[in-house]
Structures are given as C-alpha cells and as structure tokens.
C-alpha cells in the first residue's frame, strides 16, 4: 500500500530547529512531487514548500523562504523539511503529500487522490 508518515514534530522555542520527514512507501520519491503543508488550529490550510519529482525544482512561500530548506534523500525515500529561526505563528499541524505531476507543470496543486500523511505537530513556544 502505498503512504506517506511525516515524523519530526515537537515542542520547541522560537529561534529554534526542527527537521520534519516524510517517508514514502509503495511508490519513489523521484516519481512524485512531495509538498509540505500546515494547518493551524480555525485556518485554512497552507502550502509552504514543494519538491519536484521531475527535477529539483523547488518552491517556497514567502513566509518560511530563508527560514526553511527542503530536500530528498532517494536511498531513504525521504523529504525532508528543515525549518529553522522557528516562529511562534509556525505553531501547526504538518502534513506532506505525494503529489502526481504527470505533464503539468512542477509542485500542481494536490488532489484527493494523491497520498497525505496524517500530520505532526509543531509547537513553537515564545
């Protein structure tokens, strides 16, 4: 069957680092885009940072470019999320998804049938 388990969550100050994974199985990393996501607590969902499957295109929103890093690792068929200088409002649910590209362009946005984790929870204290 084939999933994404995002790992790495926790409690942490602000200022501080955190490195999330999201390990795939049932598929390669190198055929998806992997997309990283948070949700707060009455907000809607937000797409923070995407890798390509196609190439290394990256992308980043404007509110974690500088402050996060994503990269994949294919021996352990893993994305990783490295978030540093850590700030409250990041306090959230992080989820990742295993996104089809197909011949759209990189990072489309997911649908229903693509593969969600269920979350890790990141707690930024002030």
């Known amino acids: 069957e084939a999933q994404v388990v995002e790992s790495g969550g926790g409690l942490v100050q602000a200022g501080g680092s955190l490195r999330l994974s999201c390990a795939a199985s049932g598929f390669s990393v190198d055929d998806y885009a992997i997309e990283w996501f948070l949700q707060a607590p009455g907000k809607e969902r937000e797409e923070l940072a995407c890798i390509s499957g196609k190439s290394n295109f990256k992308w980043f929103a404007d509110s974690v470019k500088g402050r996060f890093a994503i990269s994949r690792d294919t021996a352990q068929n893993t994305v990783f999320l490295q978030m540093n200088n850590l700030k409250p409002e990041d306090t959230a649910v992080y989820y990742c998804?295993?996104?089809?590209?197909?011949?759209?362009?990189?990072?489309?946005?997911?649908?229903?049938?693509?593969?969600w984790g269920q979350g890790t929870q990141v707690t930024v204290s002030s």
């Open positions: 998804a295993a996104v089809r590209e197909g011949a759209a362009p990189p990072c489309p946005p997911p649908s229903p049938s693509d593969y």
